[in-house]
């Protein structure tokens, strides 16, 4: 119990680390995922703005960033996050990487959810002289507002498990933290803290993402 109570401002300052990190990095996610989300359904749907060309583009694009194991794209944009970010490590720094990640992956959970959208609903918007603005803001968004609420729910679950990763090359956060503490100095009271925080906040998020989907689904 001593050494518990010796480790909790050190859990804390982690905790908020990791919350930075993560928070820093879903803005990003929604902020530029989103509208790469449409553009690619929109680009893939005839109805809308069919452009085989482009969409390919940019779904090979997002294919590539998806296809690098997090430690390795954390370790091979190194020079850009410290040039943005002017610093070599910490929350910040690390964030760089977690928005690289999360962005084209919460752009493929939102072209999912945009794929659920019937295709009647669409048309009748474009039958009704909707503008491609109206389709987007009125349409699009409201019929997939649940499945873009589980998008980001998975999303920041995906993110906290990188964040840990990036506590590899000093990103701090809870990772960092297991890795300094659990791992290299064999403190397993450290780890296992560690580890039930973690499975403590992916809890909770997904209980509120849950929760939040399905009064979507109720309205």
Same mark, same amino acid.
């Given at each position: 119990m001593s050494r518990l109570t010796e480790i909790l401002p050190l859990l804390y300052r982690a905790l908020l680390e990791t919350t930075l990190m993560v928070s820093i990095s879903i803005f990003f996610a929604v902020l530029i995922g989103l509208p790469l989300g449409i553009l +690619?359904?929109? *680009?893939?749907? &005839?109805?809308?703005?069919?452009?085989?060309p482009l969409n390919a583009f940019l779904g090979a694009l997002t294919n590539v960033i998806r296809s690098f194991p997090f430690i390795i794209?954390?370790? #091979?944009i190194m020079p850009l996050a410290t040039w943005i970010t002017n610093s070599s490590h910490g929350p910040v720094f690390a $964030?760089? #990487?977690? $928005?690289? #990640?999360?962005? &084209?992956?919460?752009a @493929?959970? #939102? !072209? *999912?959810?945009?794929?659920?959208? !019937?295709?009647?609903?669409?048309e009748a918007s474009i039958a009704g002289g909707? $503008? +491609?603005?109206?389709?987007? *803001?009125?349409v699009l968004i409201p019929e997939a507002k649940r499945g873009i609420i589980q998008a980001i729910t998975l999303t920041i679950i995906s993110v906290v498990a990188f964040s840990a990763t990036a506590g590899v090359v000093g990103g701090g956060g809870i990772g960092d933290l297991a890795i300094r503490?659990?791992?290299? @100095?064999?403190d397993t009271v450290t780890m296992v803290a560690t580890?039930?925080?973690l499975i403590i906040i992916v809890q909770l998020i997904q209980i509120i993402g849950d929760y939040l989907s399905q009064r979507q689904e109720g309205r």
């Amino acid at each position: 119990m001593s050494r518990l109570t010796e480790i909790l401002p050190l859990l804390y300052r982690a905790l908020l680390e990791t919350t930075l990190m993560v928070s820093i990095s879903i803005f990003f996610a929604v902020l530029i995922g989103l509208p790469l989300g449409i553009l +690619l359904y929109m *680009t893939s749907n &005839p109805l809308l703005f069919g452009m085989k060309p482009l969409n390919a583009f940019l779904g090979a694009l997002t294919n590539v960033i998806r296809s690098f194991p997090f430690i390795i794209l954390i370790v #091979a944009i190194m020079p850009l996050a410290t040039w943005i970010t002017n610093s070599s490590h910490g929350p910040v720094f690390a $964030s760089v #990487a977690l $928005s690289v #990640a999360s962005i &084209p992956l919460f752009a @493929r959970l #939102a !072209e *999912t959810s945009f794929n659920g959208i !019937e295709k009647g609903v669409i048309e009748a918007s474009i039958a009704g002289g909707a $503008s +491609l603005y109206l389709i987007i *803001t009125d349409v699009l968004i409201p019929e997939a507002k649940r499945g873009i609420i589980q998008a980001i729910t998975l999303t920041i679950i995906s993110v906290v498990a990188f964040s840990a990763t990036a506590g590899v090359v000093g990103g701090g956060g809870i990772g960092d933290l297991a890795i300094r503490y659990g791992y290299y @100095r064999y403190d397993t009271v450290t780890m296992v803290a560690t580890v039930v925080v973690l499975i403590i906040i992916v809890q909770l998020i997904q209980i509120i993402g849950d929760y939040l989907s399905q009064r979507q689904e109720g309205r």
